[in-house]
């Protein structure tokens, strides 16, 4: 006789949900209070977000929701519904790593690799937003994910050399655009 198993709790009732992930739209219908790390992990496709402590402690599970750092353990789906969500698949440009992936590679910023993920999130935010941090700054945005294995300093090392490669891509971008005219109406007459 087939058993089947009972659940702990009464089928919460399923709901549309549409979001962009990492740029691409997701139709899918999910429990009403589904969490959004699940929604992610189970059925986005995104494996890279993280699950750690599942409380709210740890920063693994970070995700931007319209461009702000969120924990995906502590949202409800429901609440991103409609939203922009970027994991940390959605940091690279096609085949170009984001500067902040590269530095953590090249500076010892990740080492077993399972916060990774959650810094890369908070990281990339903090730059976009103050392409110039100095420590402190850093080591505020970044204090609400844990690493065990780098004793931090690599990270904020890692995070410091994103933001000089910007800087400089920036600073080669503005003396490559064309300059406004700084004599408007001057013919050379
Ligand atoms: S898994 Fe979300 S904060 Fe740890
Ligand atoms: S690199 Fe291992 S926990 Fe951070």
Known sequence: MVQHRLPM???????????SVNGTEKKLNIENN???LD??????????TKRGCDMGTCGCCSVLIDGEPR???????????????TTV????DGHHLHPIQEMFAEC??????????????????LLENNPSPNDEEIKSAIEG???????YQQIVDSIRAASEILISEETIEDSTSPKSDPHPGFTGE
């Open 145 to 151: 994910n844990l690493c065990r294995c780098t004793g």
């Open 39 to 48: 929604v992610l992990r189970d059925q986005a496709g995104s494996l890279g």
């Open 9 to 19: 709790l009464p089928s919460a009732g399923e709901v549309p949900w549409i979001a």
């Open 89 to 92: 698949e959605g940091l690279a």
């Open 108 to 125: 010892g910023g990740s080492q077993c690799g399972f916060c990774t993920p959650g810094f890369l999130v908070v990281a990339s935010s």
């Open 34 to 36: 589904a969490i959004l």
């Open 71 to 85: 924990l995906s353990c502590l949202t409800l789906a429901v609440e991103a519904d409609g939203c922009k969500i």
